[in-house]
């Protein structure tokens, strides 16, 4: 499985051949507290780096989800609409939020690392 | 929250707060806990089905004492509190002289003495104005060094009659001087949940042993604010500053239930002349209870429409554990406040159906 990459914003990202499937982090889902529903994008919808896609809502509290990188939306998580606390059972893995198509692989490749999101985490905590 | 980390103020149980796992935030100056480890799902879930302790600490406490001091404080609330017996507590509202909502309070009777407690965002406020308010002979004394302690759910009583048991014996409303665990204790059988429960007043410097006592008794769990916005939420409280302000009325906010009949026929505390024209001819817009269809929380200042106009404003909402699905209360105009009736509400611009649904949202458990 490819490694993971990682956003200032709390998003992650993974790049496998054409797709990208887009997440939030595990610290992101903790700050958060208990995911009661997601607003997600439309299929085909196009996307620029940055732009707010998607919403997580709480038991406290709103946060957007942004795009990491360019792209166009491929799918959506619908196993979150049933089930949003899949996002803080497993937000890297049934968790996902949604998947890009037509991404820039060197963009991806140009966000943090586990190593470097850990360090900013830290730095900000 | 404008104040910055280093100029919070903190309440006895801060320690224990941390201790705990608490994760600290500010509020009305203070850093209090959100929530503790187990989030503010299963601690709103576990007020309602066993027992939780809540730090409202942060709460201004005061005693008014002196001849004429229920009649002097009668000047600035509609509440009934010459009427009030002995060992009997009642919630009221402090008012602006134009018949907006200064504060909600809870006043008691304990004898020889009124004990008041207030919001912590307020309490400044409302002491100068209750101060400037009394005669020669009342005196108000701030209760800096009190802390006040909050034991909600349905097996809250229970577990602390074990270390009291004349507690048991208290009604709804009713308050009393205990002494618990060693610790002299005022303890009202009230609350903001919505569940039974008790709050107790007990000495700052033995507040920590004392929550320490109450947290080993069995399926008491510590819970934070997050937790008790939701509870109240579900419960239909009001919560100052987003529910009820210097704007809106007691008619508007639904709590004409806090003015006292002799209250309505003599109309001499401060904004009566607002109160008794919009009693009579009916406010313009009133506090509701609203149920979002699905699952998406709409949250205060969202705007609430019907028929494509604006008709009124969110002031809090969220998610409900209890529901199960999201909650809101609101003011929307008189037209458009009987229950049933269909509402916009625009989460980020898009229109999400709503009705206007009863208070509270889940059924109020008191002791009465």
């Given at each position: 499985m490819a490694e993971l990459r990682f956003t200032k914003d709390h998003e992650w990202i993974r790049l496998e051949g054409d797709i990208a499937t887009v997440g939030i982090t595990d610290h992101a889902q903790n700050a958060l507290g208990d995911v009661v529903f997601v607003d997600l994008p439309e299929a085909g919808r196009e996307v620029t780096e940055g732009e707010s896609v998607a919403v997580v809502e709480s038991v406290k509290a709103a946060s957007d989800v942004y795009a990491p990188v360019a792209g166009k939306v491929?799918?959506?998580?619908?196993a979150l609409s049933e089930n949003p606390g899949l996002i803080n059972s497993d937000p890297t893995g049934q968790g996902w939020f949604f998947k890009l198509e037509g991404v820039d692989a060197a963009a991806v490749a140009g966000l943090m690392d586990e190593a470097g999101y850990a360090a900013f985490v830290e730095s900000a905590a | 929250m404008a104040e910055s980390d280093s100029a919070l103020l903190e309440t006895p149980l801060a320690s224990l707060h941390r201790e705990l796992g608490g994760r600290m935030v500010p509020f009305a100056g203070y850093a209090m806990p959100?929530?503790?480890?187990?989030?503010i799902m299963q601690e709103h879930l576990h007020c309602r089905a066993a027992a939780s302790l809540f730090d409202v600490s942060h709460m201004g406490q005061a005693e008014l004492v002196g001849e004429g001091a229920a009649k002097a404080l009668e000047a600035l609330t509609p509440a009934d509190v010459q009427g009030l017996k002995p060992g009997r507590q009642r919630y009221g509202l402090l008012m602006t002289m134009?018949?907006?909502?200064?504060d909600d309070f809870m006043v008691a009777n304990l004898g020889d003495r009124l004990f008041l407690v207030v919001n912590a965002s307020r309490k400044e406020q409302d002491l100068a104005l209750i101060g400037a308010a009394l005669p020669a002979g009342v005196s108000l004394r701030p209760l800096p060094d009190r802390a006040l302690i909050a034991l909600q759910g349905p097996q809250a009583v229970a577990s602390i009659a074990t270390l009291?048991?004349?507690?048991?014996?208290?009604?709804?409303?009713g308050i009393g001087a205990f002494e618990i665990a060693g610790v002299p204790a005022i303890v009202?059988?009230?609350?903001?949940?919505?569940e039974d429960g008790v709050e107790i007043s007990v000495p700052a410097e033995s507040a920590e042993k004392f929550a320490r006592a109450l947290l080993a008794l069995p399926g008491v769990q510590p819970a934070g604010l997050g937790a008790r916005d939701s509870l109240r939420l579900e419960a239909g409280l009001c919560l100052y500053g987003n529910?009820?302000?210097?704007?809106?009325?007691p008619v508007e906010a639904n709590l004409?239930?806090?003015?006292g009949k002799r209250r309505r026929t003599e109309?001499?505390?401060?904004?009566a002349e607002r109160v008794r024209q919009e009693l009579d001819t009916g406010a313009r817009r009133l506090r509701v209870g609203i149920r979002p269809e699905g699952r998406q929380p709409a949250r205060g200042h969202t705007e609430v429409h019907a028929g494509g106009q604006k008709v009124g404003e969110v002031t809090s909402g969220g998610f409900g554990p209890s529901v199960n699905g999201p909650v809101a209360m609101g003011y929307v105009a008189r037209e458009h406040a009987a229950d049933g009736t269909p509402l916009d509400l625009m989460v980020r611009g898009k229109p999400l159906a709503a009705r206007v649904a009863p208070l509270p949202f889940t059924p109020h458990r008191y002791a009465r």
């Open positions: 491929a799918e959506s998580n619908a | 959100v929530q503790y480890p187990a989030g134009a018949g907006g909502i200064f009291a048991p004349g507690i048991a014996d208290l009604s709804f409303m009202s059988r009230s609350g903001y949940t919505g529910d009820i302000d210097e704007t809106t009325s004409v239930w806090t003015i109309w001499n505390f401060a904004g």
